[in-house]
Nanobody, 122 residues
Framework: QVQLVESGGGLVQPGGSVSLSCAPF????????MGWNPQAPGKQRELVAT???????NYADSVKGRFSISRDNAKNTLYLQMNSLKPEDTAVYYC????????????????WGPGNQVTVGS
């Protein structure tokens, strides 16, 4: 069974930066698309950034220009650099992966991490 494990995040002030990373535990499965899916309290999980194995990235309008997704295929590791953070970015951020080449919604991912909290506040 494939498990993804996130690390990073935490408490950051508005306007600040934080990074997340995600790697599979106990698996050498190579994923096609990977992505980050924040879920704020009382809201649905949303897909804000995806990246293919070829390095093609896509972003939701809400994070475009502020977040940067990347991956190291040799390590099968996914990253998210989050800059110019806003209080509305506060959420549990879930890493996800799939054998699909493209993803447009969270339900299309097959593998998930347990999530890591990012809180933007003073």
């Amino acid at each position: 069974q494939v498990q993804l494990v996130e690390s990073g995040g935490g408490l950051v002030q508005p306007g600040g930066s934080v990074s997340l990373s995600c790697a599979p535990f106990g698996s050498i499965l190579i994923f096609n698309s990977m992505g980050w899916n924040p879920q704020a309290p009382g809201k649905q999980r949303e897909l804000v950034a995806t990246i293919t194995s070829g390095g093609i990235a896509n972003y939701a309008d809400s994070v475009k220009g502020r977040f940067s997704i990347s991956r190291d295929n040799a390590k099968n590791t996914l990253y998210l650099q989050m800059n110019s953070l806003k209080p509305e970015d506060t959420a549990v951020y879930y890493c996800a992966a799939t054998a699909r080449e493209t993803v447009v919604r969270p339900t299309e991912f097959e593998y998930w991490g347990p999530g890591n909290q990012v809180t933007v506040g003073s």
